[in-house]
């Protein structure tokens, strides 16, 4: 089975802190993706890479910056956190053909 | 840009009921993927089941199945013999077909599935 590993399931950050998201994937897929879900709201991709050192912005890309030096992870870095930031964040990752996504538990980050 | 719409934030079936969950889209494109995906309260999200849009036959995975209607850009997913496992927000999502940025899914908003026993 596909394993996404986000590093932290809980995090509280207060104001103007930069905040570091890890995801790690452990089946070599090229393409890996962060989300963000709030109630009512669906999930709405902020950034996504779909190889090494690349990335292409989402939906909702601003105060979110990523990084991707290896495959196997991609970070979501939030330069200075705000309370407009504080969500449940999901990292995934795919593999080219149909592209069905294989989720992390997710890290609800708290912004104080 | 690419929409998917869930029109049911709730619904609820009586469990070894069925239930039907819906969900429209809005695309340009001729080949594309659809998805549905189950987020149970313990929040990991897994993919119930897959459509390709150049396939006429309706995909099933055991109790699920989907009704795929391409003119009409509708994608429903209908959940047979409900079970109390079966309770969870459902999501319907979107992309391209192909390669590079297509591999982006979009999502709808979500529908709320509660299971009564």
């Known amino acids: 089975d596909v394993k996404v590993t986000q590093s932290s399931r809980y995090l509280v950050k207060r104001t103007g802190e930069k905040v570091f998201l890890e995801c790690v994937q452990d089946?070599?897929?090229?393409?890996m993706f962060w989300y963000r879900q709030d109630p009512g709201l669906g999930l709405r991709l902020i950034y996504f890479?779909?190889?090494?050192?690349?990335?292409e912005k989402g939906d909702i890309p601003e105060g979110y910056s990523v990084s991707r030096e290896k495959k196997e992870r991609f970070s979501l870095i939030l330069e200075s956190a705000s309370t407009n930031q504080t969500s449940m964040y999901l990292c995934?990752?795919?593999?080219?053909?149909?592209?069905?996504?294989?989720f992390g538990n997710g890290t609800r980050l708290t912004v104080t | 840009a690419q929409t998917v719409t869930q029109s049911q934030p709730e619904m609820s079936v009586q469990e070894a009921e069925t239930v039907t969950l819906s969900c429209t889209y809005d695309?340009?494109?001729?080949?594309?993927?659809l998805f549905w995906y189950k987020q149970p309260p313990s929040r990991q999200m897994i993919l119930v089941i897959r459509?390709?849009?150049?396939?006429?036959q309706n995909a099933t995975e055991n109790r699920f199945s989907v009704n795929f209607q391409k003119a009409a850009k509708s994608f429903s997913l209908k959940i047979s013999d409900s079970q109390l496992g079966d309770a969870a927000m459902y999501f319907c999502?979107?992309?391209?077909?192909?390669?590079?940025?297509?591999?982006?899914?979009?999502f709808g908003k979500g529908t709320l599935l509660t299971v009564n026993p």
């Open positions: 995934a990752s795919s593999r080219p053909g149909s592209g069905s996504l294989h």
């Open positions: 089946m070599d897929h090229e393409n």
């Open positions: 999502a979107y992309r391209k077909a192909g390669g590079g940025s297509n591999y982006k899914l979009t």
């Open positions: 890479s779909y190889d090494v050192k690349m990335k």
């Open positions: 695309t340009s494109e001729s080949d594309y993927y």
């Open positions: 459509q390709e849009a150049y396939k006429q």
